[in-house]
């Protein structure tokens, strides 16, 4: 059975620092990862998805990278800001197949103070 | 270009009634699921519709279903509703587009409360 691990479960940073979110699935039979932002009380907004042949995906002042073999994916946020306070879920998930659902993490509550 | 659009945004409902929850999906997506999210939780996977039918099903019971129209857009159905079945309920849609396999995108998610 596939488990998504997210730590750390919170963290606070000051303005303009970099961070890193870590991401860790049981099954290495990797798919997609796919990572999402999700604001109080509302929906999720796709930030990155990493297809099962790449190595990493790159938006703005985000990357996020997966490694397979460790079965770990990290989200890099460069410069954080006060907007980017937020909950951070990755997601494991298989697009077109036979299991064709994500499997969430328990996500990480991000706060950046100005 | 038109997201994925769930209606209503919120719901209150008494326990034992009936709830039915509604999505329409991402332009070109064929595919819908629903997931409900707890307080402080990630979201759960409870289906999944495809071609107009069932495809996949998470841990949730009979009480739970749901159907998804020629049009793609998907309707949740819960019946015999239980104070736990509080929760944010999303709505996902994805496919395949011509740019290869195209993302899970998300809708704001309808908030249901049972009293």
């Known amino acids: 059975k596939q488990e998504v691990t997210q730590i750390p479960a919170a963290l606070s940073v000051p303005e303009g620092e970099n961070l890193v979110l870590n991401c860790s699935f049981t099954?290495?039979?990797?798919?997609?990862l796919q990572w999402f932002r999700q604001d109080p009380g509302k929906g999720l907004t796709s930030l990155l998805l990493?297809?099962?042949?790449?190595r990493e995906q790159t938006s703005g002042r985000l990357n996020a990278s997966l490694d397979k073999s460790s079965g770990r994916s990290t989200l890099y946020i460069a410069a954080s800001q006060p907007g980017d306070s937020a909950t951070y879920l990755c997601?494991?998930?298989?697009?077109?197949?036979?299991?064709?659902?994500?499997?969430f993490g328990t996500g990480t509550l991000l706060a950046v103070q100005p | 270009d038109a997201g994925v659009t769930q209606s209503p945004t919120h719901l209150i409902k008494t326990r034992g009634q009936q709830v039915t929850l509604r999505c329409s999906p991402k332009s070109g997506h064929d595919t819908v699921s629903w997931y409900q999210q707890a307080l402080g939780q990630g979201p759960q996977f409870i289906f999944q519709y495809y071609e107009e039918e069932e495809r996949q099903r998470g841990n949730f019971p009979d009480r739970f279903s749901g159907h998804q129209f020629p049009n793609y857009s998907s309707e949740l159905n819960v019946n015999a509703l239980l104070l736990g079945d509080s929760a944010l309920y999303l709505c996902a849609s994805s496919g395949v587009t011509g740019q290869g396999v195209d993302g899970y995108t998300f809708g704001s998610g309808t908030r249901l409360t049972v009293v």
């Open positions: 997601a494991w998930g298989n697009y077109g197949g036979a299991t064709n659902k994500l499997i």
């Open positions: 099954d290495s039979a990797i798919y997609n």
């Open positions: 990493i297809q099962s042949s790449q």
